[in-house]
Nanobody
């Protein structure tokens, strides 16, 4: 079991930026992702990253490509989501996840461990 703690959420105006952080209690996992969920909507994959002997890479939802960047700092057991040019439609609870079991990296059903989330609100 991995405990994940998100932070960095807040309220910003459209066009602003935020950096979300996710600190893991253990860091043996090589795949992390960020999801978001707006009220009344399903959890949506935003960004994912993987590292391993065969290389590393990232995945992004089309709606955030060019605006969001996922990265990690192994020394701090932390994964980040840098969000720029924020839009009101980016509003939601943002969750960090790991424990990938295989499948599509931006689908929630393929992850086992979830944090409690951090709220992001973007006003127009």
């Amino acid at each position: 079991q991995v405990d994940l703690a998100e932070s960095g959420g807040g309220s910003v105006e459209a066009g602003g930026s935020l950096r979300l952080s996710c600190t893991a209690s253990t860091y043996t996992n090589t795949r992390f992702a960020w999801f978001r969920q707006a009220p009344g909507q399903e959890r949506e994959g935003v960004a994912a990253l993987y590292t391993g002997d065969r290389g590393a890479g990232t995945f992004y939802a089309d709606s955030v490509k060019g605006r969001f960047t996922i990265s990690q700092d192994n020394a701090k057991n932390t994964v980040y989501l840098d969000m720029n040019a924020l839009k009101p439609e980016d509003t939601g609870m943002y969750y960090c996840t790991t424990g990938f079991i295989g499948g599509r990296p931006l689908e929630a059903q393929y992850y086992k461990n979830w944090g409690q989330g951090t709220q992001v609100t973007v006003s127009s």
